[in-house]
């Protein structure tokens, strides 16, 4: 990127609001994809699934012999975030749910699992929830 | 959200393809938010920010105060991730940048901050600089 082509700030910044925890699972529950955060032996890192909001948890599926579902299983602590930008106007929302992780479900066939739907093709047996200890999130607000 | 609404999966599932490093470099070189991705005493989290990319480095701004300035400081190992959804396709691309954060520069003042550009008001002097050591990531391709 051409950092010259940036332009100064010609527009007045958004204003910051935080969010309730119940607007949070409100905008949270509307999406499909969020970013499982947890650390692995390099540290933190960040990837997109497709999940659902069930009774204040967050539920996603994944591989069964696969790095993250390894990881959340050895050490359950690990973080949801989830987040809506508007480019026109510069603004948009996030939300951060942090707690653990415990496999719920071992689906033993694909035709029970009409939920949460991953976009991409590939068995995912297991069902993952995130139990939220906190939940926080914030609003940009165009001024 | 109500569950029985997800359709059963009557579309085939998209392709998952690994991207090259040049290819996540060029990919996030258009975005302009990103999630920085780091851990703090609870664990680890992810916060959206603005950003550019500059000679292979990810750039970004903060408040001097902050826990995420805090943290980055205290420890520079981090994560960087980027993503773009199509909902209407049910694909888009992620990209995965880990490596360690350092502050690069410390404004005197907002007249000589062109670049990278918060969205949100305020005065985020810090500017930081993650340096991946991997950089990796997936496009999901409609089938």
Redesign the interface.
């Known amino acids: 990127?051409n950092?010259e082509m940036?332009?100064?700030?010609s527009w007045?910044?958004?204003?910051?609001a935080e969010l309730t925890p119940a607007e949070c699972l409100d905008l949270i529950?509307?999406e499909?994809?969020g970013?499982v955060?947890?650390?692995d032996d390099?540290?933190?890192?960040?990837?997109?699934v497709n999940f659902?909001?069930?009774e204040r948890t967050i539920l996603f599926r994944t591989a069964q012999d696969n790095a993250l579902a390894r990881h959340l299983i050895e050490s359950a602590?690990?973080?949801f975030?989830v987040?809506h930008?508007d480019?026109l106007l510069?603004?948009?929302w996030?939300v951060?749910a942090?707690g653990s992780a415990a496999v719920v479900r071992h689906l033993s066939s694909?035709a029970d699992?009409?939920?949460?739907?991953?976009?991409?093709?590939?068995a995912r047996p297991l069902i993952i929830r995130i139990t939220p200890l906190?939940l926080s999130g914030r609003r940009?607000v165009p001024?």
């Not at 940036?6 to 700030?9: D, G, L, S, Y």
């Not at 699992?113 to 590939?122: C, I, K, R, V």
């Open positions: 990127m950092l940036h332009p100064a700030r007045p910044g958004g204003r910051l529950d509307d499909q994809v970013r955060v947890y650390c390099h540290g933190p890192l960040a990837l997109p659902v909001v069930q602590t690990c973080a975030e987040d930008v480019h510069r603004s948009g996030s951060l942090r694909d699992a009409a939920w949460p739907l991953p976009w991409p093709e590939g906190e940009l001024s």
